[in-house]
C-alpha cells in the first residue's frame, strides 16, 4: 500500500496563477483533509471531506476549493495564487467514524511569487 | 491567545537522556489528545494517544494529560538520535472527529 500520495512534491507559482493539489489514499477511508503547514503556526485544517460526496470548510478556507473527485481522490485548487499562500500542503485521510488516527501525505511545498 | 501553545525548541539533549515535551491548550471540550512525530521534510505520524486525564505508557514513550491544568506532555526516555524530530500535539473534542487542534510543534534534536 503507497498510503496517501500527493502531487506534484514542488511548485512554484506566479501571484494570479492558478494550480490543483491532487491528493490520494488507497486505504479505503471515508474521511480526508487538507492541511497548511506554516512556521509557528501549526498545521491548520483548510477543508475536509468527512465521507464521499460531502465537503466542509476548517479553520482556513478562504482562496481553496476542493473536490471529492471519489472515495480516493481530494484535491485542492488555487484559483488565483497569492504570496500569503506560500506554505507546506499535507493532505491526509481517516478511516471515519470514530477511528481517531489521521495518516498524512508527503505534502506538497508550494512557493508563491 | 493560541488555542494550543507549544514551547518551539530547539531542544537539544544527549544521547539516553530523558526527554519532557509539553504542551498548554485553552478549550475545556478538548478530551482526546494525541502526540504526532514529523521528521523533516515528511507528513506528521500519530505516536500516542489518550483519553481524558492519566498517564499512557508505549515502550519509551508516555503521554501525559492534566485537564485540570490544561496541559499534555510527552516523555521520551533513552532518547536515540532517532528521535530526532518535530514533535506536534494535537487535540479534539468529544464529537470533533474531524476537527482537531495541533499545536505548532518542538524541534528536538537527540545528539549522539
Known amino acids: 500500500n503507497a498510503g496517501v500520495t500527493q502531487t506534484p512534491k514542488f511548485q512554484v507559482l506566479k501571484t494570479g496563477q492558478s494550480m490543483t493539489l491532487q491528493c490520494a489514499q488507497d486505504?479505503?477511508?471515508?474521511?480526508m483533509y487538507w492541511y497548511r503547514q506554516d512556521p509557528g503556526m501549526g498545521l491548520r485544517l483548510i477543508y475536509y471531506s468527512a465521507s464521499e460526496g460531502t465537503t466542509d470548510k476548517g479553520e482556513v478556507p478562504n482562496g481553496y476549493n476542493v473536490s471529492r473527485l471519489n472515495k480516493r481522490e481530494f484535491s485542492l485548487r488555487l484559483e488565483s495564487a497569492a504570496p500569503s499562500q506560500t506554505s507546506v500542503y499535507f493532505c491526509?485521510?481517516?478511516?471515519?467514524?470514530?477511528?481517531?488516527?489521521?495518516?498524512f501525505g508527503p505534502g506538497t511545498r508550494l512557493t508563491v511569487t | 491567545q493560541k488555542e494550543v501553545e507549544q514551547d518551539p525548541g530547539p531542544l537539544s539533549v544527549p544521547e539516553g537522556a530523558i526527554v519532557s515535551l509539553n504542551c498548554t491548550y485553552s478549550n475545556s471540550a478538548f478530551q482526546y489528545f494525541m502526540w504526532y512525530r514529523q521528521y523533516s521534510r515528511k507528513g506528521p505520524e500519530l505516536l500516542m494517544y489518550?483519553?481524558?486525564?492519566g498517564n499512557k505508557e508505549d515502550g519509551r514513550f508516555t503521554a501525559q494529560v492534566d485537564k485540570s491544568s490544561k496541559y499534555i506532555s510527552l516523555f521520551i526516555r533513552d532518547s536515540q538520535p532517532s528521535d530526532s524530530a518535530t514533535y506536534l500535539c494535537?487535540?479534539?473534542?468529544?464529537?470533533?472527529?474531524?476537527?482537531?487542534?495541533f499545536g505548532p510543534g518542538t524541534s528536538l534534536s537527540v545528539i549522539p
Open positions: 491526509a485521510s481517516r478511516d471515519g467514524g470514530d477511528r481517531y488516527e489521521q495518516y
Open positions: 494535537a487535540m479534539r473534542g468529544l464529537i470533533s472527529y474531524d476537527k482537531v487542534i
Open positions: 486505504m479505503n477511508h471515508n474521511s
Open positions: 489518550t483519553y481524558s486525564s
